[in-house]
């Protein structure tokens, strides 16, 4: 074929899941091999941002860009992707709302690197060393990108054609989006490319009205293999998390953590379970109903925003908690007035 | 921003423009809000000419948008809705920003109030936006109302409605209608005889051929809205079967147990077991009282099933639950008598000769326990002299702040009866006199003629213990005189306590049944204290008498007439438009999860097994949006308060406090010339 | 100095049956109190999405007071239940997110608590006085953003010299 569409495949701040379900369409490889040559992709042959530099822009049609941006190189090559690219596709949860990377915005950086490189029990690190954006060795100066307080997604950085949801996306829902993509059948930029509506679409569990009297977790009951997990008190996020991944999780007795992100139209996925598991409980009683939440739900932000903490509405935590906040010296009208 | 909108700031006078710079807010928000098209400020909105104004642009300048900046929404939100239709705009096109009760009213600093104004309308002008033309729907009104009470009030509203040819259900929860009223001897000013004036409009009550008369029966449960409620009323066994009864009291003769009255008779006389509560109630039909029945206490006698003439007693029935369909619900609950135990230092309860104003009327009423005959509480003597204490629990920021109203001249009524059937001397302790209405003046001119004695003060004791010889024997009334400036101990013989009207203790009760709250004083409230006072918050539910407020007779009578007028003026037009404020759920968003099912109280969402898809009902949803909030899959919108609408609100309100703070996406520089080689 | 003082803003979720005609009647009985708060009419405060409390803070307030019917008198029979169940998730999760529940506030006020509501709010303004602004977009700025990609692209440059 003369005319190959180009094909850029690249990872920021994720783990490479996604470039192995890119494989996990299993000969359909082929076709997309017919379709694209493949101009960039790190992962799995040697080419550099500077053959990208290089190119003008809009030379590739389709970029997959996995990954959220932790650091000035992951920006960096975002930016540079989007003016090279005609169509940039965010795939997976990481680029469309953080993911498990983005759960690191519950802290920051210096939390991070002392967690990291510090106080970790297999660390061996008593001066303390922490990674530095610049170091000088024998008269060079070396560098590393910094490393920012907060993960953004990509789209949050750039301006993103389609978001291809899922950690990681589903095979058939890959086949799905590059049939779509190869057939021009795109639906309006900006959108998601999946359904419009959540897992208990999918999910073959016999559903009732639903009240519980205390939030269970996994190790905690067997569930029934026939009712609706969230019923039984497992704290399932399929009522909030999109389909696309045909009930997996549930499909085994095990309750969805909501890594297909929010529905259609939503932007923050744990304010939809928060509200969803809110309206199920069955006490009126405020201290009942706060003992119901916090022995049920330790850990409410890991819960709600597993997958889209860094897309939500507050993206992250405070960086001066409330808590800490008598220590600070009375706030001036200034700093309300930004 | 496609749309075209008007945004109209009104000053109110100096209400709104005495706090806030309009003008200032009216050219910040025409400059700065984007989608303004034409931003006036206007004396008075809410005249026909500043309708006329909005009206006017709506058509010359095309706006498809209107923003009125004004007082509460509640108060003329359908003056200006009305204003929008008039022009051809969907009414519910217009949002309305409170500046006047959640701004100016309420703020001191002009220059705060200024900007909080400027963020009101920055959010309504964000939010009307998002607005999308909704058509109220039409119901039909149910032609049969139903009144709750049959005092006075509740009497007045069944016939004013029933004359006009409407069906009324009059639900009262005593043996008999006639309420407090029935209990009186006299009513002021007039002096003329209660049960002369009130018992022909209670056998008028009995024989209307459009009023079922549901006496001993209480309202259980209301469901519906305005045109069509369902009411569950809970009759009460009555043991006597209301068909069977003549009335001829023969029963209420034989019956062997007498058992004190603490209702009607206000605990001053007794009763049977079987029993009408007065010779004249209406419905003659007597009840039997379970609790003091020597039948149902140790299964022995049944006298009166015996000697009954036509077999009209029945031991066996059952509470039974009488379901009917109404268009509007008024409430004449009436009011409760201050438990003036609650007073300990005035001695109720504890001084035998301190009575309450109702166990007075009782003593003065002809066909009462004594016969009319004011006397002590051994039955016999008549006292010499009687001070009547005002103010008991009105007035007093210990029990109730208000002036309950009436008391004044029931005292001064009182105080005639004492000096007609007794002469005794008569003294009433008063804060002030407050004998405001027609003839009331003069009936306390009256009085001071007649030589009641007035002493301005308020009492603080009422006791036996005598401190001079003639103070021994009497009860010494303790009270500082402010007019001489002087303590004074006054000795009597008896004591009227002038109780304060209250709320009916159970009237919150009353009022979450049909969807209505009480005030702080525990009154209903209405839905303008001054232009509304029979409607309430809730359509189709009105309010008469004293349970809106302590009100006299010719009160209650009126309020009783005006919720009637209003009522027939519904049932006449025959349908009520009703707001389409309600939620549809979005079936392809839906994922049949359920959890919306158990969180709607009206039963307005159902789940289809098939379709696996939940369905909200619209004639059953009320609009509150619970559902909406809830839906874990965003698939349920609640009209005129979307997400978008409310979100778009949030982001108006906070024009000035910084938004997202980093720089969109699209905002970005290219990338530096190296990078694009 | 009065104007010095740091002015916090607050949102206000408010039921249209009790604490909305609250707000009126304290309008009406002309109580003055601190002008922070800017109401949204709501149906009821059920119709609360915590997503309306995450949207306010995320867009600069730096409180937000939710007011509806004291329980057991909910206009809707019972939805300020689910309101209560709702906000203790919130307010949970929020604590976890570095934000006091003493900034997203829960209160009842009757339709003739006028009075109340406005001391509520004349309190929760004095409390966020004394906690500060929120300014959530602040919490979100990289400090060395602007340098760091300068950093970035200078280095680039470098690298394609080298090449060269």
């Known amino acids: 074929m003369a005319d190959k569409g180009k094909l850029a495949i690249y990872w920021a701040a994720s783990c490479g899941g996604c470039e192995i379900s890119i494989l996990a369409i299993n000969e359909k490889i082929l076709d997309v091999a017919a379709a694209f040559d493949i101009v960039f992709c790190p992962c799995i042959m040697d080419t550099k941002a500077r053959d990208v530099e290089k190119m003008p822009d809009g030379t590739i049609d389709v970029c997959l860009f996995n990954g959220g941006i932790r650091t000035s190189e992951q920006e960096y090559m975002a930016r540079l992707l989007r003016q090279k690219s005609k169509v940039l596709v965010a795939f997976g949860s990481c680029a469309q709302e953080g993911c498990i990377p983005g759960l690191a915005n519950v802290t920051d950086r210096a939390e991070i690197f002392d967690a990291v490189y510090c106080t970790s029990a297999s660390v061996d690190n008593p001066g303390r060393a922490v990674p530095q954006t610049e170091t000088r060795v024998n008269g060079f100066l070396l560098s590393l990108p910094v490393f920012y307080d907060t993960v953004r997604t990509l789209g949050q950085t750039v301006p993103v054609d389609y978001y291809l949801p899922g950690c990681p996306p589903e095979a058939p829902r ?121 022995e049920g739900i330790p850990d409410p932000v890991g819960t709600f925003y597993r997958f889209s903490l860094a897309n939500s509405l507050l993206r992250r935590a405070a960086k001066v908690p409330d808590e800490q906040r008598h220590e600070l010296p009375l706030p001036k009208a200034a700093g309300a007035q930004e | ?534 409607a309430t918050m809730t359509e189709g539910i009105f309010i008469a008498g004293a349970c809106q407020g302590p009100k006299d007779i010719p009160d209650a009578v009126a309020q009783g007439a005006a919720a009637a007028a209003r009522v027939a003026g519904m049932i006449s037009k025959g349908t009520v438009m009703i707001e389409p404020v309600v939620a549809t759920i979005d079936e392809e968003k839906c994922s049949g999860c359920r959890i919306c099912n158990n969180l709607c109280p009206f039963n307005a969402i159902d789940f289809l097994d098939d379709e696996k898809v939940s369905r909200v009902n619209a004639v059953l949803c009320k609009g509150c949006g619970t559902c909406v909030a809830a839906c874990p899959a965003a698939a349920i919108t609640g009209a005129h308060f979307s997400t978008e609408q409310v979100e778009a609100e949030i982001d108006g309100l906070l024009w000035d406090a910084g938004g997202d703070g980093e720089p969109a996406p699209t905002d970005q520089p290219e990338l530096a010339p190296a990078a694009t080689e | 100095m009065e104007r010095e003082r740091f002015e916090p803003r607050i949102i206000g979720f408010f039921c249209n049956w009790c604490s909305y005609r609250a707000a009126d009647g304290a309008g009406t009985a002309r109580v003055k109190y601190a002008p922070n708060v800017r109401v949204i009419r709501l149906m009821c405060s059920g119709r609360v999405d915590p997503s309306f409390v995450l949207k306010a803070l995320a867009s600069g307030a730096d409180g937000v007071l939710i007011a509806g019917c004291h329980p057991g008198e909910c206009h809707y029979i019972e939805q300020n239940y689910k309101t209560m169940r709702r906000y203790a998730m919130l307010t949970q999760t929020l604590r976890a997110l570095g934000i006091s529940e003493r900034r997203v506030r829960l209160v009842w006020a009757s339709a003739a608590e006028g009075t109340q509501l406005a001391a509520a709010v004349d309190e929760m303004v004095e409390d966020l006085r004394l906690l500060g602004p929120l300014h959530w977009s602040a919490n979100l700025r990289e400090e060395d953003h602007e340098a760091a990609f300068e950093h970035i692209l200078h280095e680039h440059e470098q690298a394609m010299e080298v090449t060269r």
Request: glycine share 8%.
């Open chain 2, 1 to 534: 921003m496609a749309e075209r909108i008007g945004v109209y700031v009104c000053h109110c006078g100096s209400n709104i423009a005495g706090t806030v710079d309009v003008e200032e807010a009216t050219r910040w928000a025409g400059e700065n809000l984007p989608g303004v098209a034409i931003a006036r400020d206007y004396k008075f909105l809410c005249s026909s000419l500043g309708q006329a104004l909005i009206r006017d642009d709506i058509q010359e300048h095309g706006l498809t948008r209107v923003v009125v900046a004004a007082c509460s929404p509640h108060l003329h939100e359908k003056t200006f809705r009305r204003a929008c239709a008039n022009a051809g705009l969907n009414s519910f096109l217009l949002q309305m920003a409170n500046i006047r009760e959640h701004v100016s009213w309420v703020t001191r600093s002009k220059e705060a109030a200024t900007e909080k104004v400027k963020s009101l309308i920055a959010g309504a002008v964000a939010r009307v936006q998002h607005h999308r033309p909704l058509e109220p729907t039409p119901v039909p009104v149910n032609p049969h109302t139903l009144v709750i009470g049959g005092g006075i009030a509740g009497i007045q509203a069944a016939l004013e409605l029933a004359d006009a040819g409407y069906p009324v259900y009059l639900v009262e929860r005593e043996p008999s209608i006639g309420g407090h009223m029935a209990q009186f001897d006299k009513t002021f000013p007039t002096l003329d005889c209660a049960a002369c004036i009130l018992t022909p409009k209670m056998s008028e009550v009995g024989q209307h051929e459009h009023i079922k008369l549901l006496t001993w029966s209480e309202l259980e449960e209301v469901s519906g809205s305005i045109g069509n409620f369902k009411a569950r009323i809970r009759r009460k066994a009555r043991y006597v079967k209301e068909e069977t009864c003549t009335g001829c009291g023969l029963c209420i003769e034989k019956c062997p147990r007498k058992v004190v009255d603490e209702v009607f008779e206000a605990g001053m006389g007794y009763r049977k077991a079987i029993y009408t509560p007065f010779p004249q109630a209406v419905p003659k039909i007597p009840v039997i009282d379970p609790k003091s029945c020597i039948w149902f206490e140790r299964q022995r006698c049944r006298a009166c099933e015996k000697l009954c003439p036509t077999n009209a007693i029945d031991f066996d029935q059952q509470d039974e639950i009488l379901e009917v369909d109404v268009g509007n619900i008024i409430l004449a609950t009436g009011w409760d008598l201050f438990d003036c135990r609650r007073i300990p230092q005035y001695g109720y309860g504890r001084l035998a000769n301190v009575f309450t104003s109702l166990e007075f009327e009782r003593m003065c009423n002809a066909s009462g326990p004594t016969g009319g005959r004011v006397v002590l509480r051994d039955g016999v003597t008549e006292p010499e002299s009687v001070c009547i204490v005002h103010c008991v629990g009105s007035r007093d920021s210990h029990y109730n702040p208000y002036c309950s109203g009436i008391c004044c001249m029931l005292s001064l009524k009182m105080g005639h009866l004492i000096l007609e059937k007794t002469g005794a001397k008569v003294y009433a302790c008063y804060i002030d006199m407050r004998p405001n209405k027609k003839d009331y003046e003069e009936f306390y001119q009256r009085l001071l003629e007649e030589g009641m004695l007035f002493v301005r003060g308020k009492v603080a004791e009422v006791t036996d213990v005598a401190r001079t010889p003639p103070e021994e024997g009497k009860l010494i009334v303790q009270v500082e005189d402010t007019l001489l400036g002087k303590q004074r101990r006054i000795p009597v013989d008896m004591v009227v306590l002038m109780g304060a009207i209250e709320q009916r203790r159970d009237a919150r009760e009353t009022g979450l049944k049909v969807g209505i709250s009480c005030s702080m004083a525990g009154w209903f409230i209405e839905r303008h204290p001054k232009l509304d006072p029979i």
């Open chain 1, 174 to 294: 890959i086949w799905d989006a590059i049939v779509a993509i190869l057939e021009g059948k795109l639906p309006a930029p900006g959108s998601v490319i999946g359904a419009q509506t959540t897992v208990c679409d999918e999910c073959p569990r016999q559903r009732n009205e639903k009240k519980v009297k205390a939030f269970k977790r996994t190790w905690q009951i067997i569930p029934d293999e026939d009712t609706c997990l969230l019923e039984q008190g497992l704290l399932c996020c399929g009522p909030a998390t999109r389909a696309g991944c045909d009930a997996r999780c549930p499909r085994v007795n095990s309750p969805c953590i909501g890594c297909y992100g929010p529905n259609a139209g939503v932007q923050d996925q744990g304010a939809r379970l928060m509200t969803a598991l809110a309206s199920v409980i069955d006490s009126q009683d405020p201290a009942e109903i706060d003992r119901i939440i916090s």
